[in-house]
């Protein structure tokens, strides 16, 4: 049986999509014919990217808000759905790792532990519920979180990001139980280590060489979303063990 699926032609909303892995994502997506709307926080720099997805012939969008802003997230789910349609793959890639150079968990202000979650958890939580519902009455629909080693690694000074990934994983797991027969596949995909704005945050003195590139990163998570039989809902994958050119 072939468990392959097509990403031509779909809706598809992609958060912090002005860098990095976003925006290698936005990029792959559109090549491969997806009407990608791009959601992040600063204009400019996502304008770019979507200029840039345009001027090589892809369908793109750009949507200005902030995923951790529960005020904003029905105007960004609204918005990207005018823009493109339906909404078929949502991808939560939007994070924070809170206030730098990290701290001890039990140094983080609470107030900065829940930003984090806002962003990195609530934030998704909130789009998923607005998005979910009207993939499981099409009987199909892709939902990804972004996850990191440091959902299961318990690293010094990682805490705040590292609680809102552990979570995040979760989440995935319940949801894809709960949707479970009704086509809606969850997913929470691990990139790796990457040649990053937030991993030069967080890892300053970091050698750039022996980071994964986001380009790189973004072929192997679309072939996840291209490859049902391999990565069926409530699977949590490592983007680096993933075999492209692996049969479903």
Same mark, same amino acid.
């Given at each position: 049986?072939?468990?392959?699926?097509?990403?031509?032609?779909?809706?598809?909303?992609?958060?912090?999509?002005?860098?990095?892995?976003?925006?290698?994502?936005?990029?792959?997506?559109?090549?491969?014919?997806?009407?990608?709307?791009?959601?992040?926080?600063?204009?400019?720099?996502?304008?770019?990217?979507?200029?840039?997805?345009?001027?090589?012939?892809?369908?793109?969008?750009?949507?200005?808000?902030?995923?951790?802003?529960?005020?904003?997230?029905?105007k960004?789910?609204?918005?990207?759905?005018?823009?493109?349609?339906?909404?078929?793959?949502?991808?939560?890639?939007?994070?924070?790792?809170?206030?730098?150079?990290?701290?001890?968990?039990?140094?983080?202000?609470?107030?900065?532990?829940?930003?984090?979650?806002?962003?990195?958890?609530?934030?998704?939580?909130?789009?998923?519920?607005?998005?979910?519902?009207? +993939?499981?009455?099409?009987?199909?629909?892709?939902?990804v979180?972004?996850?990191?080693?440091?959902?299961?690694?318990? &690293?010094?000074?990682?805490?705040? &990001?590292?609680?809102?990934?552990?979570?995040?994983?979760?989440?995935?797991?319940?949801?894809?139980?709960?949707?479970?027969?009704?086509?809606?596949?969850?997913?929470?995909?691990?990139?790796?280590? +990457?040649?990053?704005? +937030?991993?030069?945050?967080?890892?300053?003195?970091?050698?750039?060489?022996?980071?994964?590139?986001?380009?790189?990163?973004?072929?192997?998570?679309?072939? +996840?979303?291209?490859s049902?039989?391999?990565?069926?809902?409530?699977?949590?994958?490592?983007?680096?063990?993933?075999?492209?050119?692996?049969?479903?």
């Amino acid at each position: 049986m072939d468990t392959n699926i097509s990403i031509q032609g779909r809706g598809a909303l992609v958060t912090g999509a002005s860098r990095g892995l976003g925006r290698a994502l936005a990029e792959q997506l559109a090549a491969k014919g997806a009407r990608v709307a791009l959601v992040a926080r600063e204009a400019g720099p996502l304008h770019d990217v979507v200029e840039g997805i345009r001027a090589r012939g892809g369908v793109a969008h750009a949507v200005l808000g902030d995923v951790g802003d529960k005020d904003a997230v029905h105007k960004i789910a609204g918005q990207a759905q005018g823009l493109v349609g339906e909404i078929e793959i949502a991808i939560h890639n939007a994070s924070t790792l809170g206030p730098t150079p990290l701290r001890l968990l039990l140094d983080t202000e609470c107030e900065d532990l829940a930003a984090v979650l806002e962003t990195n958890l609530v934030g998704p939580f909130r789009l998923t519920k607005i998005l979910a519902g009207a +993939m499981a009455l099409r009987g199909s629909g892709v939902l990804v979180h972004i996850s990191s080693d440091a959902a299961v690694e318990p &690293y010094p000074r990682w805490g705040a &990001y590292g609680v809102s990934k552990a979570a995040q994983d979760h989440l995935s797991r319940i949801l894809a139980g709960e949707r479970d027969g009704t086509g809606v596949r969850i997913l929470a995909i691990d990139p790796g280590e +990457m040649d990053t704005v +937030m991993h030069a945050a967080a890892i300053p003195e970091a050698d750039r060489a022996t980071l994964q590139r986001p380009a790189d990163v973004a072929t192997r998570i679309i072939s +996840m979303l291209e490859s049902a039989g391999r990565a069926p809902s409530g699977s949590r994958l490592a983007a680096p063990r993933w075999d492209v050119g692996a049969a479903s």
